[in-house]
């Protein structure tokens, strides 16, 4: 009876050790399989990783390369600026000169005027027809002496302080402008001096772009830039007049 006992655990003791090896190297291969899995997963998270940091490096040249755009155009809205303090100048000179009669006072004016027109002219088109109007209206009214040179002088200083407010103000405006070859009434978003954005009653957004020294209105049609100027309408609508906006430059030609 013994002897059958200690059989029977001599063979269960076999099985076990023929069994073991099988489990081991099964898990063995599970391991090594998770690991492939794993190592496949990270090698999949660094590129992930690496592709990001192109996307921003990217991203940090091209805002680079946008603030040298900026940098140019604020130089040159500093430029007009100094034109329009030369008139400021001018005009305290006219003052001067008016001791001395309207005869001295009236090259002085017509200088001024002429200086202010070259200015606008080649500004920023916003209401262009109408800023130029005002100013042939004193131009004509100086010379055919309906308004003397000292009047013409107070009037003109009250343009270049226009002016000047015109270049800290953002807001929405309406105006006609030329798309396309066509003429239409539009909204305005002026931001102070330096960018204007439009949207048609159709929903064509776009914004005004100088090319070879003379501005154009071009319209946008890729989604990014459209909701980008959508956005930014439904800002200034609200009376939301700053903030970060991310807008397309009109200075990438």
Do not use: C
């Not at 998770?34 to 496949?40: A, F």
């Not at 916003?126 to 010379?143: A, G, N, T, V, Y």
């Amino acid at each position: 009876m013994i002897i059958k006992q200690q059989a029977r655990s001599t063979y269960l003791l076999v099985g076990l050790l023929l069994a073991a090896p099988a489990s081991y190297g099964e898990a063995f291969d599970n391991l090594t399989q998770s690991l492939i899995q794993i190592r496949g997963e990270v090698e999949e998270l660094q590129g992930q990783v690496d592709m990001e940091k192109q996307d921003h490096k990217n991203k940090m040249d091209s805002l680079g390369s946008q603030m040298s755009d900026l940098s140019v155009e604020n130089r040159r809205q500093k430029l007009g600026l100094e034109k329009f303090e030369q008139a400021v100048q001018k005009l305290q000179e006219s003052k001067q000169a008016a001791l001395s009669g309207d005869e001295a006072l009236m090259p002085v004016v017509l200088s001024s005027l002429n200086n202010l027109r070259e200015v606008v002219a080649s500004g920023l088109p916003f209401k262009i027809d109408e800023r130029l109007s005002e100013l042939d209206s004193l131009k004509s009214q100086l010379e055919n002496g309906s308004l003397d040179p000292k009047r013409a002088a107070n009037r003109i200083w009250a343009f270049i302080e226009d002016e000047i407010r015109l270049t800290r103000e953002n807001g929405v405006y309406s105006q006609t402008i030329e798309l396309n070859g066509k003429n239409l009434l539009a909204d305005i978003a002026k931001l102070g001096a330096m960018f204007i954005y439009f949207q048609t009653s159709d929903n064509q957004v776009g914004m005004a772009q100088k090319k070879e020294d003379a501005w154009q209105f071009v319209e946008m049609t890729d989604p990014t830039s459209k909701q980008q100027i959508s956005t930014l309408f439904e800002s200034l609508k609200k009376q939301i007049r700053q903030g970060y906006f991310e807008l397309p430059n009109p200075l990438e030609l």
